[in-house]
């Protein structure tokens, strides 16, 4: 067999090991793999690359290394989900470095951490003094997840008591110029609304690069051409209106009517109808 065809031959089998011995790792990105997952990775690509062009080496003895390297990873993965000890071993365990604003000199050593990539990790998470930090662990993969302390944390609206709504995953209903019906009835719509919403903002859905709706039914699009100016929809604004237009006029009619009975309905349900009004103003703003 000619040399070339034959490193054809073992570069197209080890891409064929490659990519069904990558589904047996667990999925994580590269920065995410514990050293023992990077160094398994790393050997089985070096085994496929120097095995594809080193002839002199049997095929065979390609194949005992790769599955080694290969089956003993996912294996001790698999042993891993089930023992923590396991887990401790190959992976190691986080190392606290700060506690209540001071660094953890002894556990710095241990990790072999130094002051200068501690202070740029923190600088990664916007934290410029030790201080400030409550507790941060150097983990197994060399990062550094901070707490800070509480009066450092940035305010939410729950700290606030402000009353939100929730967010759901968009459906991305266009792509490319191109209708996706599944994820279009998953949320109840069909084609006939979706030209609707269309013709609503003046946009053709062959212009449309990306189109998403969100879990209240409003529709947003991305165009090919960046000139053209979509308008913000306008549905929740103007539903939101009407509510409170009705609430008004409800209190000009309790004002107008001359039947003290009538004037206590008339301003019930201008009351019914503030209580409506913020129940849904963080839907609807």
Known sequence: MPGW?????????????????????????????????????????????????????????????????????????????????????????????????????????????????????????????????????????GAVNVLLKKDYQPLTPKDMQIQVAPIKQPETVIMDGKILDEPLSTIGFNRRWLEHELDKIGVAIENVYLGQVDSYGELTVDVFDDQIEIPEPTEKPLLFAAIKKCQADLEVFSMQTESEQTKKMYKRCAHEMEDVMKKLKPLLK
């Open 5 to 141: 065809l034959e490193i054809v031959l073992r570069s197209a089998v080890g891409l064929i090991v490659v990519m069904f011995g990558a589904k047996l790792f667990v999925r994580k990105a590269v920065g995410d793999l514990s050293y023992f997952e990077f160094i398994a990775a790393a050997a089985v690509a070096i085994i496929v690359g120097v095995g594809s062009v080193a002839l002199a080496i049997p095929p065979g003895h390609v194949a005992i290394a790769l599955f080694i390297w290969i089956f003993i990873p996912y294996l001790i993965g698999s042993l891993s989900v089930k023992s923590l000890r396991i887990r401790n071993l190959v992976g190691g365990k986080g190392v606290p470095i700060i506690k209540d604003g001071k660094i953890l000199e002894d556990n710095m050593r241990k990790g072999r951490y130094t002051t200068d990539e501690l202070l740029t990790k923190l600088r990664t998470k916007n934290v410029f003094r030790v201080a400030d930090v409550e507790f941060a662990i150097l983990e197994p993969n």
